[in-house]
Every structure is written in structure tokens, then in C-alpha cells.
């Protein structure tokens, strides 16, 4: 079923139970989002993303990447209401986050001052909530002041490495000092090193550094392995296994036996290529 939509004045066709968030994508509307990514269900985490909806008992304040519309209506995605909102949560989220990218330039198109002297930096500050023992503060390793700097607690990080099986981190604490983190913040022997939750992060606030055939993350080293075709080293031994396992080619006891075939995405796609060009007689 086809419903009509108006959307800040212009008229297009939907689908019945397509979220508005992706209908605006399709036509190249701009809504701004933190918590959102493609490859995962929508979180509505940030609430950055809201619009107002008419559906014909008045305008609502809904969010657009988990609404599903379900008759004709008119969407408002830049109307005064709405700028404001999101006025107010990136305030927010910059007290929290000052560091996170992509809340910088989102902080000027809206409107958001510097935080020194500012009414969003005297109204949304936390008191108490930057301080500690300095024995604590000494503890801290530069990628977890990294991440109490620019994490913004969207979710997606938690939602991508439980979606691999791994859940390796997780949400801990309350209020103020609620985080991401690994189990009692010690190296998580769940972690299988994949990067997936940094590759996620919209404020890039998960750090990893990779570096003479290893990558370190979440506290924890890990061996890179190269591509059998090109040699360049492009995953972690578990990552590899785990990837075998799921791909019900090997058990993770004997998946070691196939690292010497590893393949990065680059050479597979070559290869897969190669096969149907010779399916097809084009090579």
C-alpha cells in the first residue's frame, strides 16, 4: 500500500511501515543523526533525528529512524520546534562529549556556543561530575580519556559487537558516571579484536592503534594475519575464526588449519569475479 507524503512542502510516495528517517534519505532530505547506522536496527538513542508529523489530529514530535508511517501525512523536518530540540540535545551531548567529532560542525549549524560562558554550558553542566581521586585520574590510559571525552552513550558499539555474538562491552554505571566498557574494565576474553565497535562509533571516541602485525584495542593485543593473495595484514586471528564459524566452513578448534587461505575483501571479491567471468566466458 502506497500512502502520500508531503514532506517540508514537497510531495512523495511511500511504502506503509517505512520508517521516516529512511524515506527522507531516499529523497536526499537531510535529518541529522548520531545513534543511527544502516547496518543496525534504529536505536533512537540520540533523538537527534526528530520531526514533526501531521497525520491529521495536529503536529507530534516524533523520531524519525524508529516511526514507521502508517497513513498520508506532512512532515516538518527544519521547522522552528524542531531546531530547538535539537539546539537543547546537542548542548547536551557537547557538555558530555566536548570532543566528539561530528558534533562540532553540528554544534554551528544549529546554533550551539562554546561551552565557556555559554547558557547551554552553564545549564547543562554536571557539578561534581569531572571530579575524582587523582590516583584514579592517574589510571586512566589515553584511550579512556579519549572515550569519557567523546563518547556520546549512543548504543552502537554495544549493538554491533552483540550483534557479532561476542558482547564484549557493554554499558556500566549510572548517570553521570555511566560508560562503555569492558567487563570490571579489564580486557575482555570476548573480545575478538574486530574493531567493529570503533568502525561504529560516530564520534570516533573507541581507539585502536594497529602496528608491526597487531592491533590493540580495549586494552588487548591481538595478531594480525595477511591475505594469502596480496599479503596485507587485514584481520585478527579471532576475528578470522569467528568469521569460519559463522560461516559454518570450520569449527573454532580447527579454524587455525585455514589462516594460510585467508583472504582480505579486496582479493575475494577479485577471485569471486574471476569465477563468474570464467562462468561466463569472458575470461
Known amino acids: 500500500m502506497m ?3 508531503k514532506i517540508n512542502g514537497k510531495s512523495y510516495e511511500a511504502e506503509k511501515g517505512l520508517h521516516i528517517l529512511e524515506l527522507c534519505r531516499r529523497n536526499r532530505v537531510l535529518i541529522p543523526t548520531l545513534c543511527h547506522h544502516e547496518s543496525l536496527s534504529g536505536l533512537g538513542a540520540c ?3 526528530v520531526v514533526e508529523v501531521n497525520e491529521g489530529k495536529g503536529n507530534q514530535v516524533v523520531v524519525s529512524c524508529s516511526y514507521p508511517l502508517s497513513r498520508d501525512c506532512e512532515i516538518f523536518t527544519e521547522s522552528e520546534k524542531i531546531k530547538g530540540i535539537r539546539k537543547t540535545i546537542l548542548s547536551m551531548l557537547k557538555t558530555r562529549a566536548p570532543d566528539g567529532e561530528r558534533l562540532a560542525s553540528l554544534c554551528q549549524i544549529y546554533g550551539v556556543g562554546p561551552d ?10 554536571v557539578p561534581g561530575a569531572d571530579k575524582g581521586s587523582s590516583r584514579e585520574k592517574s589510571r ?17 558499539c554495544v549493538q554491533a559487537c552483540t550483534s557479532l555474538g561476542t558482547g564484549a562491552i557493554s554499558t556500566v554505571g549510572r ?3 555511566k560508560k562503555i566498557s569492558t567487563p570490571y574494565n579489564e580486557p575482555s576474553a570476548d573480545c575478538i579484536g574486530c574493531g567493529s565497535c570503533a568502525q561504529v562509533c560516530p564520534t570516533k571516541a573507541i581507539e585502536f592503534t594497529e602496528g608491526k ?5 580495549w586494552g588487548k593485543d591481538f595478531k594480525l594475519i595477511p591475505c594469502a593473495s596480496c599479503g596485507s595484514l587485514f584481520a585478527t586471528e579471532e576475528e578470522y575464526a ?3 564459524t559463522k560461516a559454518a566452513i570450520s569449527k573454532p578448534e580447527t579454524s587455525s588449519e585455514t589462516m594460510g587461505d585467508a583472504c582480505c575483501d579486496v582479493c575475494r571479491k577479485k577471485k569471486s569475479a574471476d569465477v563468474l567471468a570464467a562462468a561466463f566466458g569472458e575470461r
Not at 602485525?213 to 584495542?217: A, F, Q, V
Open 3 to 5: 500512502l502520500n507524503v
Open 47 to 49: 533523538r537527534l533525528c
Open 116 to 125: 565557556q560562558g555559554s547558557t547551554e554550558g552553564r545549564r547543562f553542566t
Open 140 to 156: 586512566n590510559t589515553a584511550a579512556e580519556k579519549r572515550l569519557a571525552s567523546s563518547c556520546i552513550l549512543c548504543g552502537l
Open 175 to 177: 548517570g553521570v558516571a
Open 213 to 217: 602485525g597487531k592491533r590493540s584495542i
Open 242 to 244: 569467528l568469521a569460519l
